[in-house]
């Protein structure tokens, strides 16, 4: 804690990374957060995303959607390749786009909020606290599309928690009928890797087998 001017504790900022492959962006963005966060540090790439992240462990990462670079692209490959940090590091989407396939596609990858780079300063400052307390954070109209991507029994069931983002993955392709030798070429994978996350999968949701894994699926529409 620090000490403000009347001599009062001053909470610690939160930390954040600035994920975004335009310069002038990342700087006004910085410039219009509040002082409740610290940005601490910036990437404009994938790969110096994941270094970054992974070195500094943020509590947030402001993260762009459309960010350019990696086998998968964009944010969703960042989130991908930061599965192990997931409980421990926060991801806010932040994109000029509120298209639903978008919004969905990095909320399934692990991000725990989306706002558009329309929003405000003091807006963007706000989400960023709320996912730091464990909130997650969408405009109303963007909620909806979560809503109706996931099921609302879906977003509220705690087991879809318990997966990292690339078990996620690897889940829907299963439960669409893909072979693990598809799954695995589709996913940059070897077959190995997919049993060993299919396993990890089906222990998790108490499942018997993928059969079961495709009915659990199918009832949250999860695909």
């Not at 009062?8 to 409740?36: Q, Y």
């Not at 944010?75 to 409980?87: F, S, Y």
């Not at 693990?180 to 222990?203: G, N, P």
Request: aromatic fraction near 4%; charge should be negative; glycine fraction near 10%.
């Amino acid at each position: 804690m620090s000490e403000n001017a009347a001599g009062g504790a001053r909470p610690v900022p939160v930390s954040v990374v600035i994920v975004d492959d335009h310069t002038i962006f990342r700087s006004g963005l910085k410039a219009d957060l509040g002082e409740e966060v610290e940005v601490v540090g910036e990437a404009g790439t994938v790969e110096q995303a994941v270094e970054v992240i992974e070195r500094l462990r943020p509590q947030v990462v402001l993260l762009d959607v459309h960010l350019p670079g990696g086998l998968g692209g964009g944010g969703r490959e960042v989130l991908t390749r930061c599965a192990p940090l997931l409980g421990e590091v926060r991801f806010l989407a932040l994109s000029v786009s509120d298209a639903a396939e978008d919004v969905v596609a990095v909320i399934r990858a692990g991000a725990r909020g989306y706002v558009t780079k329309t929003a405000s300063g003091p807006e963007i400052t706000d989400a960023v606290l709320r996912v730091a307390g464990g909130d997650a954070v969408f405009s109303p109209r963007l909620a909806g599309f979560v809503l109706d991507a996931f099921g609302t029994s879906a977003v509220a069931d705690d087991d879809l928690g318990k997966l990292s983002a690339r078990e996620l993955d690897v889940m829907r392709l299963i439960a669409r009928g893909y072979s693990y030798k598809e799954t695995a070429k589709e996913l940059f994978i070897s077959v190995k890797t997919v049993e060993t996350h299919v396993s990890a999968v089906l222990r998790k949701l108490q499942l018997a087998n993928r059969h079961e894994l495709s009915r659990w699926a199918a009832d949250r529409r999860i695909w």
